[in-house]
Antibody
């Protein structure tokens, strides 16, 4: 059974940093691209970032480019999102998701990030 | 990276069919057959229900079907059931090698 478990969310002040993690199991993590997607309170889904299986392909939404960094450790079956210079508008539930044929076929339950002073 | 355009809400009675549209541009929906649809019940993880415009993941009901014409993709749900009440999102691959979601459509089963 595929499982994705996010962690690392919390309350943080504007301008500070936070690192999210996603622990994957139930599939061969090292061969799949992975994504981060977020949902702000009362809003829709927003794609944040993706990383190829070999970390050679990394992309970001314009809203986070230059502030967020996606990475992975295939030996640990883990995906990460380093979030720097956080803004109030980054407040959201952050999901990690597995890639499948340009879609996202498995999602975690999400970890909540709240940016507030 | 503008969001794809979906109606904010649709509704239908049990047993009826509804269609949700998803409009983008030639740089996303119109340029690739990489459109997917997600069902999202509040408090749960989103669920993939259609990928590559028309394909079903294993275990997904064929009451859900997808199509595309030009820059607009569509999701049709036939034989509406109470458990179909949820938010639905389209998504597309883009020419920038990113992904873009629609704004979401709230389906109400009357």
């Amino acid at each position: 059974e595929v499982q994705l478990v996010e962690s690392g969310g919390g309350l943080v002040q504007p301008g500070r940093s936070l690192r999210l993690s996603c622990a994957a199991s139930g599939f061969t993590f090292e061969v799949y691209a992975m994504h981060w997607v977020r949902q702000a309170p009362g809003k829709g889904l927003e794609w944040v970032s993706s990383i190829n299986w070999d970390t050679e392909g990394i992309d970001y939404a314009d809203s986070v480019k230059g502030r967020f960094t996606i990475s992975r450790d295939n030996a640990k079956n883990s995906l990460y999102l380093q979030m720097n210079s956080l803004r109030v508008e980054d407040t959201a539930l952050y999901y990690c998701a597995k890639d499948r044929a340009y879609s996202l076929d498995y999602w975690g339950q999400g970890t909540l990030v709240t940016v507030s002073s | 990276q503008s969001a794809l355009t979906q109606p904010a809400s649709v509704s239908g009675s049990p047993g009826q069919s509804i269609t949700i549209s998803c409009t983008g541009t030639s740089n996303d929906v119109g340029g690739y057959n990489h459109v997917s649809w997600y069902q999202h019940h509040a408090g749960k993880a989103p669920k993939l229900i259609i990928y590559e415009v028309t394909n079903w993941p294993s275990g997904v009901s064929h009451r859900f079907s997808g199509s595309k014409s030009g820059n607009t993709a569509s999701l049709t749900i036939s034989g509406l059931q109470a458990e179909d009440e949820a938010d639905y999102y389209c998504s597309s691959y883009t020419s920038s090698n990113t992904r873009v979601f629609g704004g979401g459509t709230r389906l109400t089963v009357l």
